[in-house]
């Protein structure tokens, strides 16, 4: 069994920064990519940031130079540095680790962003 928990998240006002956290347990793997998404009450889940094994990163065009994504695939921890913060950031975020066969997803975490 694998388990991903993620933590960090919380409220902040508009302009501002948090850090969320994700760590695996469990029997361990080797993660091929991992990321995060976030979803809204009504919305699909969207990708928010894209780490592969190679270290090269993708990012939502909305979050693009103030969410930094940084992960290591073989202790299986994922971070995500999210500055600016604006309202529409707001959403339940979650993490994600891709191994060969599948994907394991935390539970989430609440981030509101709110003056």
């Known amino acids: 069994q694998v388990h991903l928990a993620e933590s960090g998240g919380g409220s902040v006002q508009p302009g501002g920064s948090l850090r969320l956290s994700c760590a695996a347990s469990g029997r361990m793997f080797r993660a091929v990519a991992m990321a995060w998404y976030r979803q809204t009450p009504g919305q699909q889940r969207e990708l928010v940031a894209r780490?592969?094994?190679?270290?090269?990163?993708r990012y939502a065009d909305s979050v693009k130079g103030r969410f930094t994504i940084s992960g290591d695939s073989t202790r299986l921890t994922l971070s995500l540095q999210m500055s600016s913060l604006k309202p529409e950031d707001t959403a339940v975020y979650y993490c994600?680790?891709?191994?060969?066969?599948?994907?394991?997803w935390g539970q989430g975490t609440q981030v509101i962003v709110s003056s």
């Open positions: 994600s680790m891709d191994h060969l066969t599948g994907s394991y």
């Open positions: 780490i592969h094994d190679d270290s090269s990163t």
